[in-house]
């Protein structure tokens, strides 16, 4: 999407410099700042670290850290290593193992010699499935809009609220819960988007607000807390998520506060679709609260706040007593139960294991 009028993916691979860039996300939006990735230790810390984030662009990033590390050594062992270091970044978001899985399986019966440049190949071909799966999926939310817009009054605003960021910066390019609102706005259909702040890291505030202001799109960022008074004041139509993971049973899950949501949602008969290119389902787990690995990530990042000091420095702030400790899940699971629908690229489907069979027919779910 674009950045004062210029293009941008997430990451790219410059033919120039010979190196994947990416924008450095935890600067936003106060500061834009892109950097190159040029050693699997670079690629390691992007993740880990967030430099990147949101589960598709995870999968995108580590795809290109397997390729540059078999630049530098193509052996069985560098590559079996590669997995290993790139997976236990983040533990939650299932497109890093997909990712993985897929460029070791097209590697391992390539002969070394063969390696470096089928990976780059593969890594360039998963940004681009990427990209076209968040466009369909807005062609298909789309349709969902539509549908909300015909029952109300012409021109009227339709009101969505989404949690974390799951936009153009989560994916490569498009986003996945954002994709329907750019393409409602292509149609000309009124939307306003009410974003969740998304403690205790703030994607939503930094990153989704910033994504919005930047395509003109209408919105209010709120605090996580507000969700509920809006939905039973009738001010939100629909909420859609992005994921990190979903069953194949439907389950899903997304950024901690995202269960809350869908609790006030279903009281407040709000429907609430969750966006996801299909490298986001787990075809191998069933039960999302058992299954799904929950990744607890540093303390500091709820004792402390980062944000722009009045001379434009980006600084943090502690905003806990010193002797006060923070527990930080990083996500959490919505029942299907209280998911009205999986928009895919392939079209929207109940969130079941007859939903995602019927859209997947050549994946088998028991
Ligand atoms: O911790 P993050 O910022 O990587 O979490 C991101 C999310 O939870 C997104 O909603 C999810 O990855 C979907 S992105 C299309």
Same mark, same amino acid.
């Given at each position: 999407?674009?950045?004062?009028?210029?293009?941008?993916?997430?990451?790219?691979?410059?033919?120039?410099?010979?190196?994947?860039?990416?924008?450095?996300?935890?600067?936003?939006?106060?500061?834009?700042?892109?950097?190159?990735?040029? @050693?699997?230790?670079?690629?390691?810390? &992007?993740?880990? %670290? $967030?430099?990147? #984030?949101?589960? *598709? +662009?995870?999968?995108?990033?580590?795809?290109?850290?397997?390729?540059?590390?078999?630049?530098?050594?193509?052996?069985?062992?560098?590559?079996?290593?590669?997995?290993?270091?790139?997976?236990?970044?983040?533990? @939650?978001?299932?497109?890093?193992?997909? &990712?993985?899985? %897929? $460029?070791?399986? #097209?590697?391992? *019966? +390539?002969?070394?010699?063969?390696?470096?440049?089928?990976?780059?190949?593969?890594?360039?071909?998963?940004?681009?499935?990427?990209?076209?799966?968040?466009?369909?999926?807005?062609?298909?939310?789309?349709?969902?809009?539509?549908?909300?817009?015909?029952?109300?009054?012409?021109?009227?605003?339709?009101?969505?609220?989404?949690?974390?960021?799951?936009?153009?910066?989560?994916?490569?390019?498009?986003?996945?819960?954002?994709?329907?609102?750019?393409?409602?706005?292509?149609?000309?259909?009124?939307?306003?988007?009410?974003?969740?702040?998304?403690?205790?890291?703030?994607?939503?505030?930094?990153?989704?607000?910033?994504?919005?202001?930047?395509?003109?799109?209408?919105?209010?960022?709120?605090?996580?807390?507000?969700?509920?008074?809006?939905?039973?004041?009738?001010?939100?139509?629909?909420?859609?998520?992005?994921?990190?993971?979903?069953?194949?049973?439907?389950?899903?899950?997304?950024?901690?506060?995202?269960?809350?949501?869908?609790?006030?949602?279903?009281?407040?008969?709000?429907?609430?679709?969750?966006?996801?290119?299909?490298?986001?389902?787990?075809?191998?787990?069933?039960?999302?609260?058992?299954?799904?690995?929950?990744?607890?990530?540093?303390?500091?990042?709820?004792?402390?706040?980062?944000?722009?000091?009045?001379?434009?420095?980006?600084?943090?702030?502690?905003?806990?007593?010193?002797?006060?400790?923070?527990?930080?899940?990083?996500?959490?699971?919505?029942?299907?139960?209280?998911?009205?629908?999986?928009?895919?690229?392939?079209?929207?489907?109940?969130?079941?294991?007859?939903?995602?069979?019927?859209?997947?027919?050549?994946?088998?779910?028991?």
């Amino acid at each position: 999407m674009k950045v004062d009028g210029t293009h941008y993916r997430s990451i790219w691979y410059n033919e120039k410099t010979s190196t994947v860039q990416i924008i450095d996300q935890r600067w936003l939006p106060h500061e834009f700042r892109v950097v190159d990735l040029t @050693t699997r230790e670079d690629f390691v810390a &992007a993740i880990r %670290d $967030m430099w990147v #984030r949101g589960a *598709p +662009l995870i999968g995108a990033t580590a795809a290109y850290g397997v390729a540059v590390e078999m630049a530098r050594d193509p052996s069985d062992a560098s590559l079996a290593e590669t997995w290993n270091v790139l997976h236990e970044t983040r533990p @939650t978001a299932i497109n890093l193992r997909w &990712a993985l899985d %897929d $460029m070791k399986a #097209r590697l391992s *019966p +390539l002969p070394a010699s063969e390696r470096a440049a089928a990976a780059m190949a593969r890594a360039h071909e998963i940004c681009e499935e990427d990209v076209e799966a968040n466009r369909m999926i807005g062609v298909h939310g789309l349709e969902i809009i539509r549908a909300i817009a015909a029952r109300k009054k012409p021109g009227e605003e339709i009101n969505i609220l989404t949690h974390c960021n799951a936009g153009w910066l989560a994916t490569v390019d498009w986003g996945t819960a954002t994709s329907p609102m750019y393409h409602a706005v292509e149609a000309g259909i009124p939307v306003h988007i009410w974003v969740d702040e998304t403690r205790p890291r703030n994607q939503g505030a930094l990153l989704t607000s910033w994504e919005m202001a930047s395509h003109d799109i209408p919105h209010h960022l709120i605090v996580d807390n507000a969700g509920g008074h809006l939905m039973q004041h009738g001010q939100v139509d629909m909420v859609i998520v992005g994921t990190d993971r979903t069953t194949a049973h439907g389950d899903v899950c997304n950024k901690i506060g995202t269960y809350l949501k869908a609790l006030a949602a279903a009281d407040n008969g709000v429907p609430f679709f969750v966006a996801l290119p299909s490298p986001t389902i787990d075809w191998t787990v069933k039960d999302g609260v058992a299954e799904v690995p929950i990744e607890e990530r540093d303390s500091s990042e709820v004792t402390h706040v980062q944000g722009k000091l009045a001379d434009g420095s980006v600084s943090e702030v502690q905003i806990s007593p010193d002797a006060t400790p923070g527990g930080n899940p990083a996500f959490d699971v919505t029942p299907r139960r209280l998911v009205t629908g999986l928009i895919t690229e392939r079209g929207v489907c109940d969130a079941s294991p007859e939903g995602l069979a019927g859209l997947f027919p050549e994946r088998v779910i028991d």
